[in-house]
């Protein structure tokens, strides 16, 4: 399972501060969460696709910080369970300072 966040930066270490605020809020509600890369996206200047991996969700704190990210994520399934998250914006409770989009997927 995996998360990628979408953050506009000049560079890996200024995305970084940006990814910040987002993973002091997601590592409540996973299990074992740990960067594991960041680069620039090939498709766009100025922006960094950084990526974490983690091994379980708590459902009871997950819910609730999905429904703050942003409202009306995009949800993908696979046989009726809910495989990725993503957030074209992220326009919830919480401001994500920089931050284009997030993906979250909790498939197996």
Do not use: H
């Amino acid at each position: 399972m995996f998360i990628r966040i979408f953050v506009k930066a000049d560079s890996k270490e200024e995305a970084l501060i940006y990814s910040n605020n987002f993973e002091s809020i997601i590592s409540n509600s996973v299990v074992a969460l740990k960067n594991t890369r960041i680069e620039q996206y090939w498709k766009l200047p100025k922006q960094y696709c950084i990526e974490y991996e983690f091994k379980d969700i708590i459902n009871e704190r997950f819910s609730g910080i999905i429904n703050k990210i942003g409202k009306n994520p995009d949800i993908t399934t696979d046989g009726g369970r809910i495989r990725e998250y993503i957030f074209s914006k992220t326009a919830g409770e919480i401001y994500l300072e920089n931050t284009e989009w997030i993906l979250i997927n909790v498939g197996e």
